[in-house]
């Protein structure tokens, strides 16, 4: 049997900062529960679902900020079987990636002490940002695509070396209400791929190539997809990254 404790462990220290947790953590959940002890840093991923791991790996983030800005050390379980703890300096967090091989186990945080009402006014604030830009109530797997670097200047859309927002050249690339079968691009966010009742993940897949095409032909932008899309009875992401 798979031995699975400390995998939901959470130990905050409120008077230093120091947040230790298993990576089974749910995140939205340890995001409330620091500030409600007064700990800044963690408030600014309001509305993100994952867990600690998911989130450690993807480096999961937004317009606020990343995980890793709080981020002190992970520890992982190897292929080989070895537990290692990786100090944050070690890892090669950039954008949507973190480059960690192995199972995340558990994650410590380095979260600031501060005012637990600015605190909670913060969290606030950026849920409110995402439940107004997103449609957080729709079935979805969150932004499909990264947001691209402009590998040359576009007019009215970026220098060259910018990241842009995926969602604005898929809406700019009139893809907003594009279908296949059951999935739909939102109308609210244009990087969300919204499902109705009885889609499936080929009409995903299938809305993810013709948004992706419909971009490249307009921009000349090769989108890459944050989501990770796995095939069944396959052990290795097929495709995707970290
Ligand atoms: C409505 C909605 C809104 C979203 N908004 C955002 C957003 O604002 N910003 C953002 O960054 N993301 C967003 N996402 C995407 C999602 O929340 C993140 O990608 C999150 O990090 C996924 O965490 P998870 O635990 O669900 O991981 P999964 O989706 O299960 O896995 C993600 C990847 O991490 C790997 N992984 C998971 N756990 C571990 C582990 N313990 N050890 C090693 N590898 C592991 C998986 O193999 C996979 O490759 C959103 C998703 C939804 C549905």
Known sequence: MIDTAGLDEVEIDDRTGLVRVGAGVNLPKLITRCARVGLRGLEVLAGIPASVGGAAVMNAGGRFGAIAD??????????????????????????????????????????????????????????????????????????????????EPIDGIGEEGARV?????????????????????????????????????????????????????????ELEREVVVWRRGCKEQLEGSR
């Not at 558990?106 to 849920?127: Q, T, Y």
């Open 70 to 151: 709080t981020i002190h050390a992970v520890e992982i379980v190897r292929e080989d079987g070895a537990v290692e703890r990786v100090e944050r300096g070690a890892i090669a967090y950039g954008y949507r990636a973190s480059g960690l091989a192995g199972v995340v186990v558990g994650v410590e945080f380095g979260l600031e002490p501060g005012d637990p009402v600015a605190i909670r006014d913060r969290l606030k604030s950026c849920m409110a940002y995402k439940k107004n830009s997103q449609p957080m109530a729709a079935d979805s797997a969150g932004c499909c695509f990264k947001n691209p670097l402009l590998a």
């Open 165 to 221: 927002s995926a969602g604005m050249l898929i809406d700019r690339a009139g893809c907003k209400g594009l279908r296949s079968g059951g999935a739909v691009v939102s109308g609210e966010h244009a990087n969300f791929l919204v499902t109705e009742r009885g889609a499936c993940a080929g009409d995903v897949i299938r809305l993810m190539d013709e948004v992706a095409a419909r971009v490249r032909d307009t921009f000349g932008v």
